[in-house]
């Protein structure tokens, strides 16, 4: 078992500039999670899939995130156009049907993302 | 809002001693508790949980304390060991998707 799976582990892009995130889930987990790690706010949820459906994009900050998750396997989360304050560690979990309460969910190593 | 607080940013404790890690919560909608495990580098990795329906879960070294009238929980780690050594989150929900962590307390076990 490879785990979650996130590339690339770091990006440095400018202002202005489309990024993309990509994200391959563990083999057999139907729920996938964005999570954004920040000094200011911590880790928060951007946005759960379930069955490559979008359940809740709540926590997506803005119409420059948008999050695809076109099949079971991977799912990408892009910002267009980057801003300095999307400056962040991102994180994507994943974890088996109804297991979140007693299991929590298996995240991927993160992409820490600078955006100058 | 931060509903999953941990106020203690740091602990050092000596190896073999115990560490306590403190967890206060706001929403009484929870029910259910975690604790994840972060090393530098790697993504949080999970410890153990424990339902609102009980007051204690233990599972090896780590033993979760809840105390619901006071919206409070506790990770014991007993001994503390080097490897111990890592950043612990207190996570909280109420489905079964969306967990609302604390911001962390790091841990150092020192020799």
């Known amino acids: 078992d490879a785990g979650v799976i996130q590339s690339p582990r770091h990006e440095v892009t400018e202002m202005g500039q489309e990024v993309t995130l990509r994200c391959k889930p563990i083999s057999g987990h139907n729920s996938l999670f964005w999570y954004r790690q920040t000094m200011m706010r911590g880790l928060e949820l951007l946005i759960y899939f379930n069955n490559n459906v979008p359940i809740d994009d709540s926590g997506m900050p803005e119409d420059r995130f948008s999050a695809k998750m076109p099949n079971a396997s991977f799912s990408t989360l892009k910002i267009q156009p980057s801003e300095p304050r999307d400056s962040a560690v991102y994180f994507c979990a994943s974890s088996p049907p109804g297991t979140t309460k007693n299991y929590g969910y298996t995240f991927g190593s993160g992409t820490r993302l600078t955006v100058v | 809002d931060q509903q999953v607080k941990q106020n203690s940013p740091s602990l050092s404790v000596q190896e073999g001693r115990i560490s306590i890690l403190n967890c206060d919560y706001t929403n009484s909608m929870f029910d259910y508790f975690l604790w994840y495990k972060k090393y530098p580098a790697e993504g949080p990795t999970f410890l153990i949980s424990i339902s609102s329906i009980k007051d204690k879960n233990e599972d090896g070294r780590f033993t979760v304390f809840l105390n619901k009238s006071a919206k409070h929980l506790s990770l014991h780690i007993v001994p503390s060991q080097p490897g111990d050594s890592a950043v612990y989150f207190c996570?909280?929900?109420?489905?079964?998707?969306?967990?609302?962590f604390g911001a962390g307390t790091t841990v150092t076990v020192r020799a």
């Open positions: 996570a909280a929900t109420t489905n079964d998707y969306k967990l609302s």
